[in-house]
């Protein structure tokens, strides 16, 4: 086994960064090597993470865990190795007729990933988190041996590594099953709501489509707080599909993807900017309600049409903050959340929400619990601890958690709700901070 070196690693949200011994490996020999020789380990995926939680002492990188290992296309049920993305899937089951049955909002996270973060999409409140797909999952524990988790076999180990931050062990591999479509297609309503009542009568409204999900202009106050545009989509079927898309209903042209050069200057983005682009995104949609056909790319990963957008938020990097407030206070909730944001000036232009279903109570380690979700991107600056300190108070208030796949700096009493996943070996920064109390 070549010796593990160490590296400057960070994730999407480039803090923190950290020079950590950093290793990957295809070989399932070498990998129990690795973990057995180390005191704490940490697997990492394609770092698409926000924060601290798929940095450790030692980590695990799964890129080499890139093969595809099986594709039941009568069925819908595909195999992968743990480091395989999401994006690579999609190029391999779209033009088949398959589609991953929840998503988030990027397409570049591993498979592995997305099963130890248990995402969820604009589906939730339909579907469920990635959970709902998975069968099962290979997962090499502490002592480097691997066990075969599914409902039925180790399920104790399948429930906690399901939203476990990958403190339970390294998955190697996923069995998931995928749905039905006719096109890579979705028929789109999107509809502008002048305040924060508003949307949420919209949410309400709209239950009974499949995705949903808002923008939201995070600085607006007084009448206008919570002014947004919802987007509500379904899996378009052939006979809806305009003759441009009809002979290739299940393939997509490529599209120029523009790249990020260089990291922005720190003046580029403040408040006036984020004001003047919430503005100018708002009112490009001229009329109340539009009603389209888009490909799936646009409708569930926007920003992947952006190579480095990251890099937006200049070299010292950013947090992405997502919290969850049950659903009978919501919009109480959320209109305190805004108007705090509103106040500090420190405003997202990526603010997203999004309305979560019931969870399921055996995934007891996934985020989600039925309410509405709020993620926003924040610049690293001096006065962002503050902010945090202030919505982690309202959070708390109204009896919400934040998301750990994104977590960098909120309170524990917030972020520490995972069980079964003591582990002596299996360990992140974000676990310890946790633990601290900090």
């Keep these: 086994?070549?010796?593990?070196?160490?590296?400057?690693?960070?994730?999407?949200?480039?803090?923190?960064?950290?020079?950590?011994?950093?290793?990957?490996?295809?070989?399932?020999?070498?990998?129990?090597?690795?973990?057995?020789?180390?005191?704490?380990?940490?697997?990492?995926?394609?770092?698409?993470c926000y924060g601290d939680a798929a940095l450790g002492e030692a980590i695990f990188s799964t890129t080499k865990l890139n093969k595809f290992i099986s594709f039941d296309r009568l069925n819908g049920v595909i195999e992968c190795e743990a480091g395989v993305l999401l994006s690579e899937?999609?190029?391999?089951?779209?033009?088949?007729?398959?589609?991953?049955?929840?998503?988030?909002?990027?397409?570049?996270?591993?498979?592995?990933g997305a099963l130890a973060s248990d995402v969820h999409g604009k589906n939730h409140h339909s579907e469920g988190c990635f959970v709902e797909s998975v069968v099962e999952f290979k997962l090499m524990d502490e002592k480097g041996v691997v066990i075969t988790c599914s409902r039925?076999?180790?399920?104790?180990?399948?429930?906690?590594?399901?939203?476990?931050?990958?403190?339970?062990?390294?998955?190697?591999?996923?069995?998931?099953?995928?749905?039905?479509i006719e096109t890579a297609y979705i028929r789109q309503e999107s509809i502008k709501a002048e305040n924060l009542h508003e949307i949420f009568q919209l949410f309400e409204e709209s239950e009974d489509w499949t995705y949903t999900v808002a923008w939201i202009d995070c600085l607006q106050k007084g009448k206008n707080i919570g002014r947004s545009i919802l987007m509500r989509g379904e899996h378009a079927l052939k006979v809806e599909l305009p003759f441009k898309y009809a002979d290739k209903p299940l393939?997509?042209?490529?599209?120029?993807?523009?790249?990020?050069?260089?990291?922005?200057?720190?003046?580029?983005?403040?408040?006036?900017?984020?004001?003047?682009?919430?503005?100018?995104?708002?009112?490009?949609?001229?009329?109340?309600?539009?009603?389209?056909i888009i490909d799936y790319e646009t409708f569930f990963y926007p920003l992947d049409a952006i190579n480095g957008w990251n890099k937006i938020y200049g070299r010292s990097g950013?947090?992405?903050?997502q919290m969850v407030i049950p659903k009978e206070k919501g919009e109480e909730g959320m209109k305190k959340i805004l108007e705090t944001i509103a106040r500090s000036g420190q405003g997202s232009f990526l603010a997203v929400l999004k309305l979560f279903g019931k969870n399921?109570?055996?995934?007891?380690?996934?985020?989600?619990?039925?309410g509405y979700t709020l993620a926003l991107d924040f610049k690293l600056n001096r006065e962002l601890v503050q902010l945090v300190n202030n919505l982690d108070k309202i959070v708390e208030e109204f009896g919400g958690r934040i998301y750990l796949t994104k977590d960098s700096m909120s309170k524990s009493s917030l972020t520490?709700?995972?069980?079964?996943?003591?582990?002596?070996?299996?360990?992140?920064?974000?676990?310890?901070?946790?633990?601290r109390g900090a």
């Design 251 to 292: 393939r997509l042209k490529k599209k120029f993807s523009p790249t990020v050069p260089f990291y922005f200057p720190k003046f580029v983005l403040n408040k006036f900017t984020v004001k003047a682009f919430n503005f100018l995104y708002f009112n490009k949609q001229r009329e109340k309600v539009v009603k389209n």
């Design 1 to 48: 086994m070549k010796p593990s070196f160490e590296k400057l690693v960070t994730n999407w949200g480039n803090y923190p960064v950290v020079k950590k011994e950093f290793k990957s490996e295809e070989d399932y020999k070498k990998i129990k090597e690795f973990v057995l020789q180390h005191n704490e380990v940490i697997a990492r995926g394609n770092g698409r």
């Design 360 to 370: 399921n109570p055996l995934a007891y380690n996934s985020f989600p619990i039925e």
């Design 152 to 180: 039925e076999k180790n399920s104790d180990k399948f429930w906690a590594t399901i939203g476990g931050m990958g403190l339970t062990g390294i998955i190697l591999s996923a069995k998931i099953k995928l749905k039905n």
């Design 416 to 435: 520490n709700y995972l069980k079964n996943v003591e582990s002596s070996k299996f360990t992140s920064l974000q676990s310890k901070r946790i633990a």
């Design 89 to 112: 899937i999609l190029e391999v089951t779209v033009p088949q007729g398959y589609f991953l049955g929840i998503t988030p909002g990027t397409k570049f996270i591993s498979l592995g």
């Design 318 to 321: 950013f947090i992405q903050y």
